[in-house]
């Protein structure tokens, strides 16, 4: 697909599923699980820490360190993604534009979940190995 082919798909069928003013960095990556947290602590007493989880990572491109964060989810099929990388038999992937296409994740899905725990604390999602 010619690359202008490919943003006008891109602009047409896009939506943003999820979008904050504050500073995320790269968590944890479980190679064997797929899955990627990105994470933005508290900022004060009265503040959310901000946990982001992609599962069934398929490729990924993304900065280590977000300044705000704006995920747009995309449809994909397997032609659609980069060299190297495959969709498992019957698991649906989507590409997450992170912050306009400064990031690409491809995977399976992505929720987030916001509570009053401090930085170093366990994740809401459950022990992820490696990870408090």
């Not at 400064?102 to 399976?108: D, H, S």
Request: with cysteine; proline share 5%; net charge neutral.
């Amino acid at each position: 697909m010619r690359e202008s082919a490919r943003q006008d798909e891109y602009r047409t069928s896009r939506m943003q599923i999820a979008s904050w003013e504050r500073d995320f960095q790269v968590w944890h990556y479980t190679f064997s699980y797929a899955q990627l947290l990105l994470r933005s602590g508290r900022r004060d007493d009265m503040d959310k820490r901000i946990d982001v989880l992609f599962s069934r990572v398929r490729h990924m491109e993304l900065p280590y360190e977000l300044n705000g964060l704006t995920i747009d989810e995309l449809p994909v099929s397997e032609k659609d993604l980069p060299a190297g990388a495959s969709i498992e038999y019957g698991v649906p992937c989507k590409l997450f534009l992170i912050n306009g296409g400064i990031g690409k994740i491809y995977a399976g899905g992505c929720k987030w979940h916001g509570d009053y725990e401090w930085l170093d604390a366990p994740s809401h999602f459950g022990p992820l190995r490696g990870v408090k």
